[in-house]
């Protein structure tokens, strides 16, 4: 092998490990959500048609999982259309089971971040999750229902994370639901933002006009964190609901006061 062709070869893979490291910290400019994957030419190496018998098996393989996420934003409060709630918790479901198979998941969330970085998967970064979960749940057209696109840690770069929210239209963001399947290498983990105890959300736009002003100089200060704002809030039907998620509750104390975790919203929370 010629001196040319190796050096070729090493600047390839040097472009393949830093480029999508590149995308990753200009997440500022992500494309937009509002356009729905092209889900006939993303590139695969498993050769599977989504067709509706592929999201037929994905929903009745998860149908206790939707079943629960359903109440989940049913909970949410009295104006939330039944079938609106059940037809996102089928997409978000069957979506994922698409997606992991897309972007070629098969290990942890770390350890795939990793394959993505050096070239080896397509797909699979937490905004990856974020952008297409997002674009999946806009086709439906939602009326009772509305989505957020949240950012934790947004100050270091190394650990800034992405997700999806849905939650009932005009709540804030903090009431939402969590859709988030990157931190567990593909399992769907879902919880009200404000329960959520591993990340303090800031909602997307904040931190795109945070990281504008960062550029430009300008000081700018972030609103609209979960921190500080109301934690294990209840859902807006009710307090003495009777459904699952407002009774499978645990209380803890720390130094800012007691907090009120769903426990049930936390199956997959490590």
């Known amino acids: 092998m010629t001196l040319i062709t190796r050096r070729a070869i090493s600047l390839g893979l040097a472009a393949s490990f830093f480029a999508p490291a590149t995308a990753r910290a200009s997440e500022l400019f992500e494309p937009s959500s509002d356009l729905a ?4 030419t993303r590139s695969t190496t ?6 509706q018998a592929f999201y037929e098996a994905s929903a009745q393989r998860n149908a206790q999982d939707i079943a629960e996420l359903t109440q989940g934003f049913i909970d949410l409060g009295p104006d939330v259309d039944p079938n609106e709630a059940a037809r996102a918790a089928r997409a978000v479901y069957t979506y994922v089971d698409q997606l992991k198979i897309e972007y070629q998941i098969t290990g942890s969330a770390l350890a795939h971040n990793t394959k993505v970085n050096m070239g080896i998967a397509p797909r699979g970064l937490c905004w990856h999750w974020a952008h297409d979960i997002d674009a999946r ?7 009772t229902l509305q989505i957020h696109r949240a950012i934790a840690n947004h100050n ?3 650990l800034e994370h992405s997700t999806t929210m849905l939650g009932r239209r005009g709540d804030p963001m903090y009431r939402a639901i969590v859709l988030d399947p990157w931190r ?3 399992t769907l983990f879902w919880e009200i933002a404000a329960n959520d105890t591993r990340y303090d959300w800031t909602d997307r736009d904040q931190v795109f006009a945070y990281k504008r002003a960062l550029k430009e100089g300008r000081p700018f200060r972030t ?4 921190s500080g704002l109301q934690r294990g809030v209840q859902p807006a039907s009710s307090a003495s609901s009777t459904t699952r998620a407002s009774t499978s509750t645990s209380t803890r104390g720390d130094t800012n006061g007691p907090q009120i975790r769903r426990t049930g919203f936390n199956r997959y929370l490590d």
């Open 223 to 226: 609103v609209g964190t979960q």
């Open 37 to 40: 994957p092209n889900l006939s």
């Open 156 to 158: 270091n770069l190394r």
């Open 46 to 51: 498993t050769p599977v048609v989504f067709d």
């Open 184 to 186: 567990q290498g593909g």
């Open 137 to 143: 749940l806009m086709r439906e057209r939602f009326r």
